[in-house]
């Protein structure tokens, strides 16, 4: 392995985590601009934009043919996630959690979880078992966004006194104008594709360097790293 591959590879690293943020931020100023709940942007919007380094990396090995990487990726972020992220989160200050979490989302995960298991017991996810899923997200977002809006106005409608003052001094979009928001999401779109082409191409040339399969590299060192917005 020579030295230009883990270059590549560490500012992949850094180019992902670096355009999720950017991809996060703007878009989560946007939602707030609109109204959208705290709750809701952070179970659609935050959470999208913290896997996209997942989505860009699994999207490219699956177009160069190293479905391993691609699996690999979603299965040891997911792990790592919940292992990791959530029990150091935990650790560090205990985390109050949502009713809704525990009565939806939580229960969701586990059952996406073993919806994909079973779609895997064949060898094999084709195109009829993305559809599946992908169809899950969509409705999965539809729904998320119907509940949030729903105990917004509750909480709206016990406070709407201060909601009212709130409102009228709030600053439009974190503060930030519409074509900034929007640049950043350009911005991080864009990092996302270059860090993800680098991370996969030096992964790939990692594995065979070390003599591991890029399954093992895509549980371990490319979940950890698309994971790194997330922690």
Request: glycine letters at 10%; a negative charge.
């Amino acid at each position: 392995m020579d030295i230009l591959t883990l270059v590549l590879f560490l500012l992949g690293l850094v180019f992902l985590v670096v355009g999720a943020e950017a991809l996060v931020k703007g878009a989560s100023r946007l939602a707030e601009a609109v109204g959208v709940s705290s709750l809701v942007i952070g179970l659609t919007v935050v959470s999208f934009g913290t896997s996209a380094p997942e989505l860009a990396v699994s999207l490219n090995a699956a177009f160069e043919g190293s479905a391993d990487i691609a699996l690999g990726n979603i299965v040891g972020s997911n792990i790592f996630n919940v292992l990791f992220i959530l029990g150091l989160s935990a650790v560090i200050v205990p985390l109050v959690v949502h009713q809704q979490l525990v009565r939806f989302d939580v229960p969701l995960m586990i059952g996406v979880s073993l919806l994909t298991w079973l779609l895997a017991l064949d060898g094999m996810l084709g195109r009829l078992d993305g559809i599946i899923l992908f169809a899950g997200i969509i409705a999965y977002t539809w729904i998320t966004v119907i509940l949030g809006r729903r105990t917004q106005a509750k909480e709206a409608a016990l406070t709407l006194p201060a909601a009212t003052d709130a409102a009228a001094t709030a600053p439009v979009a974190g503060g930030k104008s519409l074509p900034y928001n929007l640049g950043m999401i350009a911005v991080g779109l864009v990092l996302l594709i270059l860090g993800s082409n680098w991370l996969v191409d030096g992964a790939v040339q990692m594995a065979t360097a070390l003599g591991l399969s890029p399954l093992v590299i895509g549980l371990t060192i490319v979940a950890a790293g698309t994971s790194l917005p997330e922690v």
